[in-house]
């Protein structure tokens, strides 16, 4: 049976009709035009359609859209909302993506990383971003440019 459910998405609440069977990135993509959560593989395994749930990242494609009820939502639009880019234009500058598909899940898994830990180690962003998996890259432009974002992170100069 549907329902309604309320959260608040980038700072806005939102109220909407679900079915119980409704993925919160179906809703959040064809409801609310959230477009930068990707679907990828659909199993919690790619990290596209990555977003930050009450502070911490989850994947969207295997949640249910109920489960979201109450809950806090941040993605990219609000980052670029509020003009939050410097962990996007960081990623640009090192040529961090190719096709770009995966970048918005490891700009908030970057994001979800500098917040809680201003001065990773290595070993640290390696764990975090070892849910976001990018098909065209090697991996080595996205780790250079976290190392840059650590050194301004540190300094209290990125977030
Ligand atoms: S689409 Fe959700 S983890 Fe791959
Ligand atoms: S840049 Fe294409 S999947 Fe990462």
Known sequence: ?????????????????????????????????????????????????TIILNGKTVRSCIMYAVEADGCEIETLEGFQRLGKTAIQEI??????????????????????????????????????LAGNLCRCTGYKNILEALREMVELSKAGNIL
């Open 91 to 128: 990623f640009a500058r090192h040529n961090s993506f190719q096709c770009g598909y995966c970048a918005p899940g490891f700009i908030l898994s970057t994001e979800e990383l500098l917040r809680n830990n201003p001065d990773p180690t290595e070993e640290d962003i390696k764990k975090a």
């Open 1 to 49: 049976m549907e329902r309604d459910i309320q959260f608040v998405l980038n700072g806005l609440s939102r109220t909407l009709r679900v079915k119980p069977s409704d993925k919160l990135i179906d809703v959040l993509r064809d409801k609310l035009a959230v477009n930068s959560v990707k679907y990828g593989c659909g199993k919690g395994e790619c990290g596209a359609c």
